[in-house]
């Protein structure tokens, strides 16, 4: 997705190696999709093969401390067997001081969407596991597919916020960009922009 040159670009990255500390710096760290082909990160990283976060906190015990540039954690914030301060925990010994929901359930829609919803897989459940996070000393950045879900972060006190256009890119990203960043300006808080150089998926995840 073509971004304005002053939009701050974030992307997925499952392993650290060989990167530039600039770029590591705007990387979502994801260990647990190493294994797969880039292309299919936006699917497998929502699908019941792998655990994003014992992946992660696996990573973490052999990664040496960050004394620079350090990358932001992927979690998937809707595990209900995440410790959040043991994550914390590990966060801050690998000098890792940003989380960011991702992946996030907010990439399902219609009928798959609200069964989870039912059993508490909702974007409002991720935000405020980042709001648990912060708490413990791992600074925020939550992620949103719409104004919708911008407006429920900002409104729990969230204030990064990173604009991810979900599976279907938009029609017009540019203007898609300005009227959301635009948005999350206005309420005072900072607009995140995803780039993900894998092909996106022509239809969001309906099981």
Not at 116 to 142: C, D, K, M
Not at 179 to 187: M, N, Q, T
């Amino acid at each position: 997705m073509k971004l304005p040159p002053s939009a701050r670009a974030w992307t997925p990255a499952a392993t650290l190696a060989g990167l530039r500390p600039q770029a590591r710096a705007r990387s979502i760290w994801l260990p647990a999709l190493a294994p797969f082909p880039r292309e299919s990160w936006p699917l497998v990283g929502l699908l019941p093969v792998l655990d994003i976060n014992a992946a992660l906190v696996a990573a973490l015990a052999g990664q040496r401390p960050f004394r620079a540039a350090p990358p932001v954690a992927g979690v998937f914030a809707c595990d209900p067997f995440l410790r959040p301060a043991d994550m914390a925990v590990a966060l801050r010994r690998a000098g890792i001081r940003q989380a960011v929901n991702l992946p996030t359930v907010q990439l399902f829609d219609g009928e798959t969407a609200a069964v989870l919803g039912s059993v508490g897989y909702r974007a409002e459940a991720e935000f405020r596991l980042l709001l648990r996070l912060e708490e413990l000393g791992v600074a925020p950045i939550a992620c949103a597919t719409s104004r919708a879900a911008a407006d429920l972060a900002l409104g729990l006190g969230l204030r990064r916020i990173l604009l991810h256009p979900g599976l279907t890119p938009p029609a017009d990203p540019a203007a898609w960009w300005a009227d959301l960043a635009g948005h999350v300006a206005i309420e005072g808080a900072e607009a995140l922009a995803w780039r993900d150089q894998a092909s996106s998926p022509s239809r969001r995840i309906r099981l």
